[in-house]
């Protein structure tokens, strides 16, 4: 029986390329039917809104086919993910080298409970989401080498903090800068209506901070009960040896915190304004804050991938130094590839998600269906917590589908918030729930950009002969997607019945 169930284990790598074609033939059927939805797209300069018409794009055509063939290559080099990972793990393999990685990793789970560990994994991995999708490439190898280092199964740590980072893509504490291009919309939108509606940058930190925590506990409880019983067992080769802190461990501890410390104190200083020649690596042409570190043209956003890897290769530099692990420009250089050693089928997987995300784009199919589902909204006569509920749903299913929470709101937006206002229920309010439906299910899809990653390192720490599936990965997240998104809809519910504001300047009624 066990044989037979290895015969019939679809590989990753497959399950793409039968995904990619299903979306060739889906995409022509949807065309053919002639799958379409209207709505009014609004101008965020100038508040107008303009009746726009989306369509499937049929791929199962001569344009189609061209389209695949032309733009594979130059997809995939832009592809975000493949160039972040390629650079981050060159600092994350220097620090793992020389040893700084091991050092401190096992001094931090000697001296943590398991669940502590977990906790602060995932509350960094949520947290991350002020910095983009940067964690995705930091937190998913440092918390494999973490439970790795910790004698802990790494596909736990994988599996964990992925569920941490796409659930932390739709909550922050301080505002994002995809929340800030989402506010945009909400602002227009509820001016429209009323002309003095005003919105505060700290309008939905009460809430946003309660379901951060509450989120960031679920999900541990999640893994420590659940999850652990799951997962296939991970046998360590080398017998557990007791770290010992030598000088040289020290001298290395020593040199590296301190080389980081100079580090960081130059990078901090230059992005706080108004400073003696400090703020240089912010866009002065943006208004907030937020914006000015992460809008497209900052010199903080752009560069930001490689200043991480810098202060990595820091660390591990000086921590080499130090202990004498590094002790010529050849160690260094030999250091500096270490992480990217067997990541030839990674590579694989990061193309043939490219393209499964490009032609799933180009298809328009997305977009559709978002609209389709916003227009059932607009035609209903929801009130209340039915109508938080029914938002909350068409943002958890348009996310399978959309992962674009700036263009996903786009649409639903100038439904939406109408909706609403027309209820006494505020524009920001439903801004928030919408963020909570894209926590349920944005871990469940496949069109997410660094979901390839994920399975990348599910594949990597897998000892059995099996690969581990596509459909595997997806079930591991299910579990987390369905209790976050549980306890994210009551906490909307509850903070609706008791009539509290979420935040500074922002509240649940107009």
Same mark, same amino acid.
């Given at each position: 029986?066990?044989?037979?169930?290895e015969?019939?284990?679809?590989?990753?790598?497959m399950?793409?390329?039968?995904?990619?074609? +299903?979306?060739i033939v889906?995409?022509g059927?949807l065309?053919?039917?002639?799958?379409? %939805?209207?709505y009014?797209?609004i101008?965020?300069?100038?508040?107008?809104?303009t009746?726009t018409s989306e369509?499937?794009e049929?791929?199962?055509?001569?344009?189609?086919?061209k389209y695949?063939?032309?733009?594979t290559?130059?997809?995939?080099?832009?592809?975000?993910?493949?160039?972040?990972?390629?650079?981050?793990?060159?600092?994350?393999?220097?620090?793992?080298?020389?040893?700084?990685i091991k050092?401190t990793?096992?001094?931090?789970?000697?001296?943590?409970? &398991?669940?502590?560990i977990?906790?602060?994994?995932?509350?960094?991995?949520?947290?991350?989401?002020?910095?983009?999708?940067?964690g995705?490439?930091?937190m998913i190898? @440092?918390?494999?080498?973490?439970?790795?280092?910790? &004698?802990?199964?790494p596909?736990?740590?994988?599996?964990a !903090?992925?569920a941490?980072?796409? %659930?932390? $893509?739709?909550?922050s504490?301080l505002?994002t800068?995809?929340?800030s291009e989402?506010?945009k919309?909400?602002? !227009?939108n +509820?001016?429209?209506i009323d002309?003095?509606?005003?919105?505060?940058?700290?309008c939905?930190?009460f809430?946003m901070?309660m379901a951060v925590?509450?989120t960031?506990?679920?999900?541990?409880?999640?893994t420590?009960?659940?999850?652990v019983?799951?997962?296939?067992?991970?046998?360590?080769?080398?017998?557990?040896?007791e770290?010992?802190?030598g000088?040289?461990?020290? &001298?290395?501890?020593?040199?590296s915190?301190?080389?980081g %410390?100079?580090?960081?104190?130059?990078?901090?200083?230059?992005i706080?304004?108004?400073?003696?020649?400090?703020?240089?690596?912010?866009?002065?042409?943006?208004e907030?804050?937020?914006?000015?570190?992460f809008?497209?043209?900052?010199?903080?956003?752009?560069?930001f991938?490689f200043?991480?890897?810098m202060?990595?290769i820091?660390?591990?530099?000086?921590y080499? #130094?130090?202990?004498?692990? #590094?002790?010529n420009?050849?160690?260094?250089?030999?250091?500096?590839t270490?992480?990217l050693?067997g990541?030839? &089928?990674?590579l694989?997987?990061?193309?043939?998600g490219?393209i499964?995300?490009?032609?799933?784009?180009?298809?328009?199919?997305g977009?559709?269906?978002? !609209?389709?589902?916003?227009?059932?909204?607009?035609?209903?006569?929801?009130t209340?917590i039915?109508?938080?509920?029914?938002?909350f749903?068409? $943002? +958890?299913?348009s996310?399978?589908?959309?992962t674009?929470s700036?263009?996903?709101?786009?649409?639903i937006?100038?439904t939406a918030i109408? +909706?609403?206002?027309n209820?006494?229920?505020?524009?920001?309010?439903?801004?928030?729930?919408?963020?909570?439906?894209?926590?349920?299910?944005?871990g469940?899809?496949?069109?997410?950009?660094?979901?390839?990653?994920y399975i990348?390192?599910l594949?990597?720490?897998n000892?059995q002969?099996?690969?581990?599936?596509?459909f595997?990965?997806?079930?591991?997240?299910?579990?987390?997607?369905?209790?976050? *998104?549980? !306890?994210?809809?009551a906490?909307?519910?509850?903070w609706?019945?008791i009539?509290?504001?979420?935040g500074? *300047?922002?509240? @649940?009624?107009?």
């Amino acid at each position: 029986m066990n044989k037979f169930k290895e015969k019939i284990t679809l590989n990753p790598v497959m399950t793409f390329i039968i995904l990619i074609f +299903a979306t060739i033939v889906l995409s022509g059927f949807l065309n053919l039917i002639g799958f379409e %939805a209207t709505y009014n797209k609004i101008d965020v300069t100038t508040g107008e809104y303009t009746a726009t018409s989306e369509s499937v794009e049929s791929l199962l055509s001569l344009s189609g086919v061209k389209y695949i063939f032309t733009s594979t290559v130059s997809n995939f080099t832009s592809f975000t993910p493949l160039s972040m990972l390629i650079i981050v793990l060159i600092g994350i393999g220097i620090m793992e080298k020389s040893g700084f990685i091991k050092t401190t990793f096992t001094i931090l789970t000697k001296y943590c409970k &398991r669940y502590t560990i977990t906790f602060w994994l995932v509350l960094i991995s949520i947290l991350s989401s002020i910095a983009g999708d940067l964690g995705y490439v930091i937190m998913i190898p @440092i918390a494999a080498l973490m439970f790795s280092y910790g &004698r802990r199964n790494p596909l736990l740590g994988i599996i964990a !903090v992925y569920a941490g980072l796409t %659930a932390g $893509s739709g909550l922050s504490i301080l505002l994002t800068s995809i929340d800030s291009e989402m506010l945009k919309y909400t602002l !227009v939108n +509820a001016t429209n209506i009323d002309m003095n509606y005003a919105l505060t940058t700290m309008c939905f930190i009460f809430i946003m901070t309660m379901a951060v925590i509450l989120t960031s506990v679920i999900i541990t409880i999640i893994t420590e009960k659940i999850t652990v019983n799951n997962v296939d067992k991970y046998e360590f080769k080398e017998e557990r040896k007791e770290l010992r802190l030598g000088k040289r461990e020290y &001298r290395g501890l020593i040199f590296s915190i301190t080389a980081g %410390a100079i580090y960081l104190l130059i990078f901090i200083y230059n992005i706080i304004p108004g400073l003696p020649f400090s703020g240089n690596l912010l866009d002065y042409t943006q208004e907030f804050y937020i914006d000015k570190l992460f809008s497209y043209d900052s010199f903080f956003s752009n560069g930001f991938v490689f200043i991480v890897t810098m202060f990595f290769i820091i660390l591990g530099l000086f921590y080499g #130094i130090g202990a004498k692990t #590094i002790k010529n420009n050849n160690d260094f250089c030999e250091d500096l590839t270490h992480s990217l050693d067997g990541t030839g &089928r990674t590579l694989i997987l990061i193309l043939l998600g490219s393209i499964l995300i490009n032609i799933f784009k180009k298809s328009n199919i997305g977009t559709v269906l978002t !609209v389709t589902l916003t227009n059932l909204l607009g035609n209903s006569a929801l009130t209340g917590i039915p109508l938080i509920i029914a938002l909350f749903a068409i $943002s +958890a299913i348009s996310t399978l589908f959309l992962t674009g929470s700036t263009s996903k709101w786009a649409i639903i937006s100038t439904t939406a918030i109408p +909706a609403f206002m027309n209820n006494s229920l505020s524009p920001e309010f439903a801004q928030v729930i919408v963020r909570f439906g894209e926590c349920m299910t944005i871990g469940l899809t496949p069109l997410l950009a660094y979901f390839t990653i994920y399975i990348a390192y599910l594949e990597k720490y897998n000892q059995q002969d099996n690969p581990i599936s596509l459909f595997r990965t997806l079930k591991y997240q299910l579990v987390y997607g369905i209790l976050i *998104g549980a !306890v994210l809809l009551a906490l909307v519910i509850g903070w609706y019945l008791i009539g509290i504001p979420i935040g500074i *300047g922002g509240f @649940i009624t107009t």
